[in-house]
Every structure is written in C-alpha cells, then in structure tokens.
C-alpha cells in the first residue's frame, strides 16, 4: 500500500469515530496521523522494516501497529469492524456543500441516512427539514449541494483552476474607492497544489458596499452567506469566502486567514507565551483588554520575534524555527528563471513550430530553451524515430540562424522509458544531443521494484541529464507510479540527474515534500513548463511557487542558472 492509502484508511476510521460520536481525542489522533502520512515524503515500507514508524509525528505504538498491519495485508480491521456499523458510503456526504461532521451525525442519528441516496430521499420526503437547525433554506441548498458534487467531483479543484477565479474577483473589490487593501488569503494564497475554497481578504471602512459588489458580482455565483463582515458565494460547487475589516486590522486579519492551520496553532503558541492571545483582530494581553493592533503582516511576525514567513512556507514543516533563527531559506521567484528545459512542439504533439516556441519564449524573457519532443514508443503522440529527430536538429540549426542571439536553443528529447526499463534511443545518438530529459509515461501501475528499477536505470544512464514529472501524478485523477523515492533520490544526487518540477497545475510533479526531501539528498532541479502550446509557457509560476513550498532557492534550480553555467553542466 501507498502512504496515501493508507492515510486516507486512517483518514476514514476518523470521520467514522466522530460520526459515531466518539472521543474527540480518538478523532483526532487518527486525523492528524492521516494528514501526517499524506504527507511524509518517506515510503512507509521503508520506515516499518527498520522499525522507525514511532519517529513520525502523531504515530505512536498502536498506530504504528495499524501501518504494519496495512503494509502486511492491505487491510485494516479496525476500519472493517466500523464499516459493519456504519457503511462507508456515509463519507460521501461530508463532500456536500454545508454538509460537515455535525450534520453527517445528525442526519445519521435521525434518519439513519448512510449515503447520498439516501440524502436525496429525506430531503425529497420533508423529514430532513424537520431536524433541529435545518430549515427550508438549508435544506434546498444541501440539494443544490448533493447536485454540484454529482457534476463535479471530489469538492476540491485545482491551484490552476482557483488562481484565475480569485485573481478576477479580487481585481474587482480592489478596484472600489472605498477598499485601502485585498488581497487573496487561504491555500490559494500558499499556492497549494489544489483548494478547498478561496479566501479573500478586504481592508475598507465601508463593507456595505463591499459586500454589496461581491455578492452581485455575477448572475452566475450564488450567495451562500451574506454578512456585514462576512460573505460566501459559490460557483459549480466552488466557494468563495471573504471577509471584512477596517485598515489597522489588515496585519491580523491577513495572517490569520492565510494558515495553515498548523502554522496559525504554533503562531498562537508563541503569543500565549508572551501573554497575548491573537485572533483576526489584534493581538490581546491576556490581563485585560489591551490590543496591539497590527496593520501589516511584517507586525504580527515582529511581536512574535519571527523574521516574516513567505506563504508558501506556512505549514509548520520547520519555518517557525527557521524564522526564529534568522534562517529562512532566500525561496526562488519567477524573475530568477532564465530557461525553459522542456516543450514540444509540431514535430510531436505541440501546437506551434520550433520557431513560435522560441519566439514565445524571447518575449517571456527567457534566455535559453530545449526542445523536447517525444520519442517514438509513445505512439499517440507521433513520438520521434532517430531519423526524425536528426531531421528536426535541421530545423532547429535554422531558427538559430534566424534569431540569433536573442535566446539560445539547445536539441533535446523526452525520451521514453519503455515498460521494460529499455530506452527508446541507443547512447550514441544521445550524446549528440544537448539535452536528454528521460520520462516514465506508461506502466506506471506495475510493482514498486519494477518502476524503481525502471527509473534507476535512467538516471544511471550518463547521457540521461534529466528526470521529467519523477512520479507521473495527475492532480486529482491518477496518483502516479509508487517507487522507491529515496532509492531515485539517493542515484539523482549521485549521478548529478536533474529531476523536474513540471509546472503544469494538472502536475506540479515533483510536489513540495519530494522536493524539500530532494534537497535534502543534494539533487539538482528544474522547473519546466512541459509546454506544447505557446501560452502554457506562461504557466511557469506554477513550477516557481510549488518549488518555494518545498525551500528551493536559486541555486537548486538548474534552469534560473546562466546559460553557460547551465550547458557546462548538462554537456559535462
Ligand atoms: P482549503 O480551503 O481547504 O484549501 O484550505 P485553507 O487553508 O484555505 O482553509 P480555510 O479556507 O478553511 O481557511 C483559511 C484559513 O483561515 C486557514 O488556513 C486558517 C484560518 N482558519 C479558518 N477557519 C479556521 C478555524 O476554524 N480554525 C483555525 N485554527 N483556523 C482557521
Ligand atoms: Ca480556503
Ligand atoms: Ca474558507
């Protein structure tokens, strides 16, 4: 089993304690050992055989004994025991709109309403309106809820998909006389790699009219809430929160609200420390009513005695220390990237030639690129023979000529990984490429050993320089090949492979545990686009903030490196 399956079972046995009613204690020691697991960028297997499982955070003895029992049957009885009281299906419901744990028990309780049809039937018959605290309202907005998870899934979208959204309403309020502040708060603003909701923040001395923009904003939202400091709207099952304060707020206000909650925890433990409790508001000295009010962030990490923590950093894995030792990390931004490693174009699956590639890329400001089209054993996307691709250095030689020294372009390849280890080119027509970027795409489910051994031996490979999207996750809809991570790790820092950080929102593979844990073994990386259409080659933010979340700096980074600096590298 994966870590994330067994996370989620862990996951599971916790909302079925709380909806059983159980000890809040017992809830939560199964939640935080999932969300401990989901993201531990160690194999669990790993941990078990050493018998380290006790030295991840929130897993003592018992929980411990659960994994190894996941890990030897792939079973967890415990979960069994409580699905024959109530049926996984209930879980269902805790993805609806307005539906949380509380309703989930009551509705259970009640009703004995187990799944989503049953949901439907007492809504439909008048019994779920006649329950303490759901009237009429409530109850057709559950239905509207049960609809829009029917449509659209799992309850949670993309980083790619929400950046947009809250970008455009946020240019709206901004754009109101009366508003001093906005700003986007909530995991949107930490550029987690997919979103719950997104949060938006507005400093203003008149939220009447605020809230009265953002509630009409469009025909096509609906209002869920509307408050004088608080408002909800929804769109496809989307929620859209913004809150209200005046100006001498902002510093409170935007910190609370952009998290973690694990961050916002340890923050509050340092102000009990000196005294002070903090909410959205102020800070307050436990004594009496004095506040110390902070209208920017860099004042709330002050009183703190904390240097000010990029967003990306706040999910307590190590900032609060950092920033209490002056140790932050100086994190990567766009404007350091000087080169994009990877895209395609007409020759495989892209939709513009070598020469609108290179142009889209001059007027990015990028100062090299590669270009990387596909091999031929991935048929689908008219990948490559050695013919052709001796055939595209022709054309390549060509937009040279013409560009000249407005970027350089380098000659490579994704070259595939076959099901069987073997790789699609022979080293001699390698070497004479500038770049050679190897990607696992298909077999992906085959045994852990086999995608490992697969993958080892094309970092192994001397003329491999490059890793592409190590793990071959789709956001939300595959999770990628399970293989030994630190095995690849420990051979990419060996052999100097670059792995990727594919900046493309469906991927942000490798995430930011993998990362951070590259880091830790010495690897280099890249952020790439992987763009096959001119305009994904703007989608490179996406790669720089998933590489901030897991502490890449510059350095780490091949393609934010000089040209010369980078080819010395991959030609060496
Ligand atoms: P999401 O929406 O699931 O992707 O994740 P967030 O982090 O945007 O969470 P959200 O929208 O529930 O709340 C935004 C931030 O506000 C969250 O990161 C911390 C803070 N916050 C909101 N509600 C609570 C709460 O009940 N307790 C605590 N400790 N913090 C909260
Ligand atoms: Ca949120
Ligand atoms: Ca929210």
Redesign the pocket.
């Known amino acids: 089993m994966k870590n994330s399956e067994i996370a989620n079972l862990f996951s599971q046995v916790a909302y079925l304690l709380e909806i059983r009613g159980d000890n809040i204690h017992r809830v939560l020691s199964y939640r935080r050992a999932a969300e401990s697991l989901a993201e531990l960028p160690h194999d669990l297997k790993q941990l078990a055989d050493r018998g380290e499982l006790t030295s991840i955070s929130g897993i003592g003895k018992t929980l411990a004994e659960k994994i190894d029992e996941m890990l030897e049957t792939g079973r967890l009885e415990f979960l069994d025991r409580l699905t024959e009281e109530i049926p996984l299906s209930i879980l269902e419901l805790l993805k609806i709109e307005g539906m949380g744990p509380k309703r989930v028990k009551l509705v259970y309780n009640k009703l004995n309403v187990t799944s989503l049809a049953d949901l439907e039937a007492v809504a439909a018959d008048g019994s779920l309106s006649n329950l303490p605290g759901l009237g009429k309202k409530s109850v057709e907005k559950i239905i509207k809820g049960i609809q829009d998870l029917k449509s659209f899934g799992t309850g949670r979208v993309n980083l790619g998909d929400a950046l947009p959204t809250a970008e455009e309403i946020l240019e709206i309020l901004q754009k109101l006389p009366c508003v001093s502040q906005a700003a986007i708060?909530?995991?949107v603003r930490?550029r987690?790699e997919?979103?719950?909701?997104i949060?938006l923040l507005v400093a203003t001395d008149d939220p009447e009219t605020v809230m009265q923009t953002f509630t009409t904003i469009s025909p096509s939202y609906e209002v869920a809430l509307n408050g004088p400091t608080k408002s909800r709207i929804t769109k496809d099952g989307l929620g859209i929160?913004l809150r209200v304060l005046p100006a001498e707020n902002w510093g409170t206000l935007i910190s609370?609200?952009?998290?973690?909650?694990a961050h916002?925890?340890r923050l509050r433990e340092l102000a009990k420390a000196q005294g002070l409790s903090l909410n959205e508001y102020a800070f307050t000295k436990a004594d009496d009513t004095d506040q110390i009010l902070c209208p920017t962030e860099k004042d709330v990490y002050q009183v703190l005695g904390l240097d000010w923590v990029p967003p990306e950093l706040r999910e307590d894995r190590g900032e609060i220390e950092a920033a209490q030792n002056g140790n932050l990390p100086k994190l990567i931004e766009l404007d350091d990237i000087q080169g994009d490693l990877h895209m395609h174009t007409t020759w495989s699956d892209g939709n513009h030639t070598i020469l609108e590639m290179a142009q889209a890329a001059i007027a990015l400001g990028r100062k090299y690129i590669c270009i990387t089209d596909h091999s031929y054993s991935l048929g689908i996307t008219n990948g490559l023979d050695e013919k052709r691709l001796l055939a595209q250095y022709n054309e390549i030689q060509q937009v040279r000529d013409q560009l000249g020294d407005q970027i350089h372009i380098l000659h490579g390849t994704e070259m595939e990984v076959r099901n069987d280890g073997t790789l699609d080119f022979e080293d001699d027509l390698l070497e004479s490429l500038d770049f050679v970027i190897a990607a696992v795409h298909t077999g992906l489910s085959q045994p852990r050993e086999q995608v490992t051994d697969r993958m080892l031996g094309a970092i192994e490979n001397k003329h491999v320089d490059m890793i592409a999207h190590p793990t071959g996750r789709l956001i939300g809809r595959r999770t990628g090949g399970d293989f030994d991570i630190e095995k690849i790790m420990e051979a990419a820092a060996r052999t100097q492979t670059i792995l990727e950080i594919n900046a493309h929102p469906s991927r942000l593979d490798l995430k930011d545990v993998h990362i951070k844990l590259a880091l830790d073994h010495g690897v280099l990386l890249a952020i790439n686009t992987d763009a096959h259409h001119i305009d994904q080659q703007k989608l490179m933010h996406f790669g720089v903030s998933t590489g901030r979340r897991g502490w890449a700096q510059a350095k780490n980074v091949v393609n934010s490196w000089q040209y010369h600096d980078l080819f010395n590298l991959v030609s060496g």
């Open positions: 708060a909530g995991s930490r987690k997919t979103i719950g909701d949060d929160d609370y609200f952009t998290g973690s909650q916002n925890v």
